[in-house]
């Protein structure tokens, strides 16, 4: 019988939110499919796991996956979708031998995750390939958590956009709804800052750095971070009210 994949949210890092049937279907597999944004080191997923549960007599395939736009009208930069053909093939092979895979991915799979792009990699060579998801606590979560924030209350609206985009999208965004997430911020300070200037949200404002995580930082002086480069792990939400 073939083996299953099953891409498991594994939260924003503090081992406590994982689920427990993370916990569980991690101790179950033998290989773990390890997400890593750079060439170099472990990534995040796995370090946040091997906190929770021994991986000693696990097959761990780490897998570098470019961090690069995409668009959902577009095909990705070859360097992309290579990284996730080869991240299938390796699953494939995997679960032509009756193994179990799990991708353990940051936060909440169903949020800007590579999970989603490795599994319809997959389909597209096998579509009778059996996936779960398994849904994880996701940083903007987190986030609202440590700044002491609803994200929705009674009628509000809420939006989820990453901030790389360019500011004309983002400006109609902050206008049009009540509370906005906006990953991805570390690298853009520089515009953001100002747009919220412009749009008299600047005091609405709060970035949270590494939620959950031992070196979480919460700023609501967002003026005071104009030139800076942010940490891979904040996340800027914007609240009207
Ligand atoms: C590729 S997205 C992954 C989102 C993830 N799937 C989730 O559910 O949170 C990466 C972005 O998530 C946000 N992020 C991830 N972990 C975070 C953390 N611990 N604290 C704050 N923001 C985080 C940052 O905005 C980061 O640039």
Known sequence: MKGRFYIVGVGPGDPELLTLKAVRLLQRCPVWLTPKAKKAGAGTALSIVQGVVPSGDKEILTHYFP???IHADRRPAPDVEEAWQKAAVLVIDRLNSGKDVVFPTLGDPSIYSTGFYVCQ????IDPEIHVEIVPGVSS????????GLPLCLGDDRMVVIP??????YLREMLLTFDTVVLMKVHRVMDRLVPLLVELDLLKNAVLVER?????QRIYRDLAA??????????????RRS
């Open 67 to 69: 961090m690069k736009k």
């Open 121 to 124: 990699t997959l389909f597209d």
């Open 140 to 147: 903007m979560e987190a986030s609202a958590a440590a700044a």
């Open 163 to 168: 901030a790389i985009f360019e500011n004309g």
């Open 211 to 215: 939620s959950s995580q031992e070196k």
């Open 225 to 238: 971070l104009s030139e800076k480069e942010m940490h891979y792990f904040s996340t800027v939400i914007v």
